[in-house]
């Protein structure tokens, strides 16, 4: 593939475009979920950039209901082109920003 991000592939996508799967894990990956949890659940970007690896989710964000996980893990998914099996999902991967992070990393890494 061309190293020109005005060249695209076969599928569409620009090399700017292309889903982030190839991304590596990290800090790129923290922002992200970051910013996928304020917008998906509708609070501040502060307050979604203030959680820490500790800070609680499931239980603990009142926005962070059983009906918001689906739509959470479905734009995780859309954002980072992953694919969240639903026997993958349990509440210790939800029960803190670190535990989600950690998730998402491996699964960035696997695809």
Do not use: C, W, Y
């Not at 910013?35 to 502060?46: E, F, P, Y």
């Not at 009142?62 to 954002?79: N, Q």
């Amino acid at each position: 593939m061309s190293s020109n991000p005005d060249v695209q592939d076969t599928v569409g996508f620009n090399e700017s475009t292309k889903p982030s799967a190839a991304r590596a894990p990290g800090h790129d990956t923290e922002a992200l979920l970051k910013t996928v949890l304020a917008d998906v659940l509708g609070i501040a970007a502060q307050a979604a950039d203030a959680l820490e690896a500790d800070s609680g989710l499931f239980g603990h964000l009142p926005e962070l209901d059983s009906m918001a996980v689906a739509g959470l893990l479905t734009e995780i998914e859309d954002r980072l082109g992953i694919v969240i099996e639903d026997d993958e999902v349990d509440g210790e991967m939800l029960e803190t920003f670190g535990g989600l992070l950690a998730f998402v990393d491996a699964k960035v890494v696997e695809s």
